[in-house]
C-alpha cells in the first residue's frame, strides 16, 4: 500500500502539488477547493480519501474543527466546531445557554441599579427645588415685611 492510499484511508489528506497534464489522456481535470471552490490547478492543494480536493486553508480550518477542546464551564470534551463562541470564550450549548442567561441577569441587575439611581437624583432635584422656592418665598415675605415696618416707621 503507498503513502497516498495509507493517507487516504485514514480520514486525512494528502498534500500534492498539481501538474500540467492531470489526467491519464491529457486532458485538464478542473481542481477547485470543495468548500470555497478556489481553483486549485497548479497549486498546492490537498485531496481526501473520496477525491474531493481542498486548499490548504479550508483544510487548515476543517482539521481545527476536529480537534478536541474542552468547555472550561464544564469541562467535558467537544470538538472545536461543537463549541459556541461566547464573548471570546468558546462554550458548550448547554454552557452558553447558562452564561447568555446570566449576562441576561446581570444586566437587570444593572439596568435596576441604574434606575435606582435616577429616582434617587430625581428625588434630590425635587428636594433643591423645594427648598429653592421655599427660600425665595422667605426672602420675598422678609422684603415685603420690611417695606412695611420703614413705611410704618416714617409715618
Known amino acids: ?19 500540467a497534464d492531470s489526467s491519464a489522456f491529457g486532458v485538464a481535470v478542473l481542481k477547485s477547493c470543495c468548500v470555497c471552490h ?12 473520496t477525491g474531493r480536493y481542498w486548499c490548504p486553508t479550508c483544510n487548515e480550518k476543517d482539521q481545527m474543527a476536529k480537534e478536541a477542546a474542552e468547555c472550561p464551564d464544564c469541562t467535558q470534551s467537544f470538538t472545536r466546531a461543537d463549541l459556541v463562541d461566547f464573548k ?6 448547554s454552557c452558553w445557554e447558562k452564561r447568555r442567561a ?12 441604574e434606575e435606582q439611581l435616577q429616582a434617587e ?3 434630590k432635584k425635587r428636594w433643591k427645588l423645594i427648598i429653592s422656592i421655599t427660600l425665595a418665598v422667605i426672602a420675598l415675605w ?11 416707621r416714617g409715618s
Open 88 to 93: 471570546g470564550t468558546p462554550v458548550c450549548q
Open 1 to 19: 500500500m503507498s503513502e497516498v492510499d495509507r493517507l487516504a484511508d485514514d480520514g486525512k489528506r494528502n498534500r500534492a502539488v498539481s501538474n
Open 142 to 152: 422678609a422684603v415685603i415685611y420690611m417695606v412695611y415696618w420703614l413705611s410704618a
Open 102 to 113: 446570566a449576562a441576561r441577569r446581570e444586566e437587570s441587575r444593572l439596568r435596576a441599579i
Open 38 to 49: 478556489a481553483d486549485l490547478h497548479g497549486k498546492t492543494r490537498y485531496k481526501d480519501s
Open 121 to 123: 437624583e430625581d428625588q
